[in-house]
């Protein structure tokens, strides 16, 4: 068993892992590189391999750092199976059919290739098949796998690969919790290498009780300063808890003030699929889900259409919008950035994870002055952030979640930028004497 970094190491996008096993090559993830100068080009790039030889996939979960290059995989030849959860593979669909329009509408605006078109899309949709949690197929001759629930996103998942008298799970993308609509991570009893993200693996998250009691606090000044909040968010997951959030703010409040607006046409498409698969939420919630409105969409303005989008600004204050993209790299949140950052009783509410060379990291870690569409904004809003909606495992997660495998011989350390995963490793040696690496870009192993 070899395996092949081509993504995500040392950073955190681009998710990308290639194993080779019983004599067929399988990929685990194809993400898209995202935030900092050189990620357009590294997407346009060759693949470090020929996507023909490539056996089959396995998706982990949705988002875009995970599945937003399969698109171009195909374009370059690829034609095995690609298998997922139901719930990946639609959500899949979505964001990749989102990105497509993006990326062809600015291919247009700069008059250069779109790095797929929607046949492509459409391609790659044909060859995916879907499966179960705990359902162990058998890819090749002598080559298993299986899906345990991730706990990071609807339909994430944890993949057990056993093949050449070897087992090597991928943690992919790997949960918070309490999380308040997933099950928490499955445990993986048995692996002699674990591939594991380390994306905050130097850091310890808020409290998630206090989660509500904060942005409750954050919504009444709003109220308080007839003001406009701005929460940039991921349309997968993060959007869904925040509706849970205000749904549960609003029964305590009456919320006569502020008007909430949900402006990302894909955050509605996307509840739709959370809606139609109540199985893979907590059992509790799913419970909740039967009795009534588990987003209280009855309560949010939801704006479709870009002419809808614009009327927002008209609406009097106080107001709240929830638009993607969530590290502010493109998406309807721009078009409110621009209008609403200058005014010092605005405020910018960061619910996710924010990458390097993203708008939003500039603006997370302080900067006073950006450029937006080529427009120079003085940032007189006031910047907050809530960290337990990180969708991401903390430190002690995720060695917690080492610490349950029996019989490890080495765990890689990827999706997570080098000192977040220099903490993590330290870490991990120290508590449980296992020998770790943090793979660099293209580099692979003999196990």
């Not at 996939?57 to 698109?71: I, N, Q, S, T």
């Not at 991730?150 to 090597?168: C, E, F, N, P, Q």
């Not at 209008?339 to 939003?360: H, K, P």
Request: proline share 3%.
């Amino acid at each position: 068993m070899k395996v092949h970094f081509f993504g995500a190491a040392r950073e955190v996008t681009g998710s990308n892992i290639l194993v080779e096993v019983g004599g067929k090559r399988i990929l685990f993830d194809c993400g898209m590189f995202q935030g900092f100068k050189l990620a357009e080009e590294r997407n346009y790039a060759d693949f470090a391999y020929d996507p023909k030889e490539i056996d089959a996939c396995v998706v982990c979960h949705a988002h875009l750092d995970h599945v937003g290059r399969l698109p171009k995989l195909y374009k370059d030849g690829f034609r095995g199976r690609i298998y997922s959860t139901g719930p990946t593979r639609e959500l899949a669909n979505l964001v990749l059919e989102d990105t497509e329009k993006l990326m062809r509408e600015e291919s247009e605006r700069n008059d250069h290739l779109p790095l797929y078109t929607i046949d492509h899309v459409v391609g790659v949709m044909s060859l995916f098949d879907c499966i179960e949690y705990e359902q162990e197929i058998e890819l090749f001759p002598g080559v298993f796998f299986t899906l345990k629930n991730a706990g990071h996103i609807l339909g994430s998942a944890i993949a057990v690969l056993r093949g050449d008298g070897k087992t090597l799970a991928y943690t992919s993308d790997l949960g918070n919790k309490p999380s308040i609509l997933l099950e928490p991570p499955e445990f993986v009893a048995n692996a002699d290498y674990v591939i594991c993200e380390s994306t905050y693996g130097g850091r310890i998250h808020e409290d998630i009780n206090k989660r509500r009691e904060k942005l409750a606090a954050v919504i009444n000044k709003t109220i308080t300063e007839n003001g406009v909040l701005l929460i940039p968010s991921f349309a997968i997951e993060r959007t869904q808890e925040l509706l849970n959030d205000i749904d549960a703010f609003c029964v305590t409040s009456g919320c006569e003030k502020p008007t909430f607006y949900l402006d990302s046409p894909l955050a509605l498409k996307v509840t739709g699929v959370f809606e139609k698969y109540p199985g893979y939420l907590r059992a509790d919630i799913t419970k909740e889900y039967k009795s009534g409105d588990l987003f209280g969409l009855d309560r949010i303005h939801q704006t479709l259409s870009a002419a809808e989008s614009k009327e927002i600004e008209k609406s009097k204050n106080p107001k709240i919008i929830i638009a993607g993209s969530g590290m502010m790299n493109g998406g309807r949140i721009l078009h409110h950035a621009l209008r609403y950052l200058e005014d010092s009783n605005c405020s910018l509410l960061f619910v996710g994870y924010q990458a390097q060379g993203t708008l939003g990291r500039r603006l997370f870690e302080g900067e006073t002055e950006v450029k937006i569409f080529g427009k120079s904004v003085r940032v007189n809003a006031q910047i907050k952030s809530i960290g337990s909606y990180s969708a991401h495992a903390d430190m002690p997660q995720l060695v917690d979640w080492i610490s349950k495998v029996n019989g490890l011989k080495q765990v890689f350390l990827v999706h997570g930028e080098t000192e977040q995963a220099l903490i993590l490793s330290k870490e991990l040696e120290s508590k449980l004497k296992v020998k770790v690496e943090i793979p660099q870009i293209g580099e692979g192993y003999d196990l």
